[in-house]
């Protein structure tokens, strides 16, 4: 297998400090930069991203230099797209950051209104393309002036880097469930990798699988569909045909009591096995998805994701969760970084405390994402794996199963109230 060549844009290490000069003849004093600190950071052709800026007190405080704020992922495509001018861009594409103090409106007349401190500028070059380990910028920079005396009003400290980071992409050739095969993409070649069997049957008694699968003699019946959603299955074989991984529902979707849709209370949860090498005809528990309906003005589907681990304590390490709009589909991802960012405030869970804290067995930033569509849509999952986490076809196998998870939650997170047409196996 042949990856593509993506790349990893890292802006950390921030910090913020305002002299003494600027602090005094600021009209509000020192009030108007002990407010919330911020900045935007900007690069064309993806979304602004909004990250707080610590401000420092001490000239001789830095900031931890190996701290992430934000980061971009850049295909080839990006950086073509960027390194090429343009009739509609009359600059050289740069990495822009924007600083700001104070918040946008305000609390019953009484807030600090935001105001721009000052701009961080970075053009984009040839070593962007370059598939080289770079750092582009570290240290202190002065942005801004002070108005009076025109010396730099505020200092900011960053740090940018460049890591190549090479993926495998993969895709499903049709929706989940009318068991696909699924290649790998390589430019406009599609190479088949896998083939993945979906069922909502029974399990025979020659199924090893039967040792954790749950069904119940209505098995595919339509009416139990409307009631509760399980029995499905997803096999992933390789182009051999043997069995590499599996999924399955081992806790049913149902409506929580009193309403229609699957609700945190009671989520429905997949299991996630791989072929047990000590055991023939085996398999051994590798991950658990939970997933529920996060009710709004836009309906969200919640994937809590869980790696197996016998060596930690309770055989469960939360690595990942994702809100996905059920209308319009999303991303799940695995990414250390990006979730190590967003752990100050986890979503709670019915069966987790919420802490973030076991994402150390899996170290070095992105690992997978699977992009799925919304409700209704005729979905074929895309799926990224970071190369340096696949050492075989297997280790690919296992994360095709749990995308097939995540694409199927989709489906058994509807409410029920919708009907299912009758004799129809594959509308689900």
């Not at 297998?1 to 600027?22: E, N, V």
Request: hydrophobic share 35%.
């Amino acid at each position: 297998m042949d990856p593509q060549a993506f790349i990893r844009l890292s802006i950390g290490s921030l910090g913020l400090r305002i002299s003494g000069t600027t602090l005094n003849s600021a009209q509000s004093g020192l009030q108007a930069f002990s407010a919330p600190c911020s900045c935007e950071i900007r690069l064309r052709g993806f979304p602004v991203q909004t990250i707080a800026v610590p401000l420092l007190s001490s000239p001789e405080v830095a900031p931890e230099i190996h701290s992430i704020a934000s980061i971009f992922y850049l295909e080839e495509s990006d950086l073509k797209a960027l390194l090429t001018p343009g009739c509609f861009y009359a600059n050289q594409a740069c990495l822009e950051i924007a600083v700001f103090t104070g918040r946008k409106g305000s609390h019953c007349g009484a807030g600090i209104k935001r105001q721009q401190i000052g701009t961080f500028k970075l053009e984009v070059g040839p070593e962007w393309g370059e598939g080289k380990p770079v750092i582009l910028f570290s240290g202190w920079i002065g942005i801004g002036k002070n108005k009076e005396s025109g010396k730099p009003g505020a200092e900011l400290h960053l740090r940018v880097k460049l890591d190549p980071d090479p993926r495998y992409v993969f895709q499903f050739e049709d929706v989940t469930t009318s068991s696909p095969p699924i290649v790998q993409l390589q430019g406009s070649i599609k190479q088949p990798i896998f083939s993945c069997k979906f069922s909502r049957d029974k399990v025979t008694q020659v199924d090893p699988l039967s040792t954790y699968w749950s069904t119940s003699d209505d098995g595919a019946d339509v009416e139990t569909e409307r009631r509760e959603r399980k029995g499905w299955k997803v096999k992933i074989h390789d182009l051999f045909g043997s069995a590499v991984a599996a999924t399955f529902i081992t806790t049913p979707f149902v409506p929580a009591t009193g309403c229609d849709w699957v609700a945190r209370s009671n989520p429905g949860a997949w299991l996630i096995v791989r072929p047990d090498a000590c055991r023939p005809d085996s398999w051994q528990p590798w991950g658990k998805l939970e997933v529920w309906c996060e009710r709004g003005i836009r309906d969200s589907i919640c994937c809590r994701f869980h790696l197996l681990s016998e060596g930690q304590e309770g055989g469960e390490v939360l690595i990942s969760e994702i809100l996905i709009s059920a209308e319009k589909g999303g991303e799940f991802f695995i990414d250390t970084d990006r979730q190590l960012r967003t752990a100050a405030t986890p979503i709670p869970s019915p069966q987790s405390s919420g802490d973030f804290s076991g994402l150390g067995p899996i170290v070095g930033g992105f690992v997978m994402s699977c992009r799925v569509q919304g409700e209704g849509k005729h979905n074929k999952p895309l799926v990224q794996l970071a190369m340096r986490h696949v050492t075989c076809v297997e280790d690919a196998a296992i994360f095709m199963a749990l995308a097939a998870a995540v694409d199927l939650s989709i489906v058994a997170c509807r409410p029920f109230r919708r009907k299912l047409r009758k004799g129809s196996r594959h509308s689900l």
